[in-house]
């Protein structure tokens, strides 16, 4: 009796395709055994497996804060704030100034010669551009520290925290000229940092 | 065997901006501490506490800000030899010290600017030996131990 069938559950037997006389075919043509239901996608490792596997459907949590969805200002925590911030805050101070300085030097040049132009030129571009790129870049600094200050003590990050910290740095950068001076540099400041957290909210 | 490249740090442009502010706040903080108590000891008995915040609020944005330009222009340098070499290696840090010392002090001259190029560079030197020094005596705790197998009997041969 031929124990030959083309179950798929007898397809992993080993028994061989001809396995009595009476299988012999003369007519039988290669491709008549070799196109059989064999499948080579179900060789892949993960085949037919469908939606059981739950540990590949890996989500990488984003946290809670905002800046870690991505998007055009993404940030991990207060450590990217304080780093990136700061830093491209400081480049864009430095170039505000050394534009500014760059256009002075040009106008007020004594000499058409090049190179007292590029001297005068360099000259008020390193007198401008620092002082605008250290005080922005100071700003910052205190801003991003107080703001990841308010953030880890009150547990959550707000667009208030910002505020907040937008008040306290303006206040405490005009520490020294008065208290008047201080409390409208600390609006101006609390105005601007509201400005920045509502509107990248909105925007980004 | 190839050095494995350092995962800690951001990819390469962004790093500068990181390396920037990052510069920038020890420089500025630094710079406070350092010229506060420069200030208040160079102040008369009464005056300690505002001739520190005078001196550190004259200085520390300053000195603030020379840490960030010599720390951007050395991230810089450094992204720029990662790219043409293609390979990280302390030679990258050690020519982008030569490089940022000489860009820094370029206005003074081709003499003054060696001279401070070869400051940087020795500067990074050290730095960059210290660090291989350090990453091989700690090295021996890394080491890869083979797993331990079980003893298992093998199968008896047919």
């Known amino acids: ?204 | 065997m190839p050095r494995s490249s350092d995962h800690s740090r951001d990819p390469c442009p962004y790093v500068i901006f990181s390396d920037l502010g990052a510069s920038f706040a020890m420089g500025a903080i630094g710079g406070g501490v350092w010229y506060g108590i420069k200030g208040a000891k160079n102040s008369p008995r009464g005056e300690r506490f505002p001739g520190a915040l005078v001196s550190l609020k004259a200085r520390a944005p300053v000195l603030g800000g020379n840490f960030a330009v010599w720390g951007g222009l050395f991230s810089t340098f450094d992204c720029g030899m990662k790219g043409i070499r293609q390979k990280e290696d302390p030679w990258n840090s050690i020519a982008s010290g030569f490089l940022t010392g000489g860009v820094l002090a370029a206005r003074g001259g081709p003499k003054v600017a060696i001279t401070s190029a070869a400051l940087g560079g020795v500067f990074l030197a050290v730095i960059e030996g210290v660090g291989i020094v350090l990453s091989r005596a700690f090295a021996d705790q890394n080491r890869p131990m083979m797993p331990q197998l079980p003893d298992i009997a093998p199968p008896a041969s047919q």
């Open chain 1, 1 to 204: 009796m031929s124990q030959h069938t083309t179950n798929i559950e007898e397809e992993e037997s080993f028994a061989p395709i001809y396995a009595n006389q009476e299988d012999f075919n003369p007519q039988d043509t290669v491709s008549s055994f070799l196109n059989t239901t064999y499948d080579p996608t179900r060789l892949h490792p993960l085949a037919g497996l469908g939606g059981g596997l739950d540990y590949l459907n890996l989500d990488d949590d984003p946290g809670v804060l905002p800046g870690t969805q991505g998007g055009l200002l993404p940030s991990r925590g207060w450590s990217d704030d304080l780093t990136y911030g700061t830093g491209l805050t400081y480049i864009t101070g430095l170039s505000v100034g050394g534009a500014y300085g760059f256009y002075e030097g040009l106008r007020s040049s004594p000499s058409p010669a090049f190179k007292i132009r590029l001297n005068t030129v360099l000259n008020s571009m390193t007198r401008r551009g620092p002082f605008i790129g250290n005080s922005a870049g100071v700003l910052a600094l205190m801003y991003n520290g107080i703001n990841g200050g308010i953030g880890k003590a009150r547990g959550n990050q707000d667009p208030l925290n910002s505020v907040a910290a937008g008040a306290l740095t303006g206040a405490l950068f005009k520490s020294t000229a008065g208290l008047r001076a201080a409390g409208s540099a600390g609006g101006v400041c609390a105005v601007i940092a509201g400005i920045w957290a509502f509107g990248k909210d909105a925007i980004f």
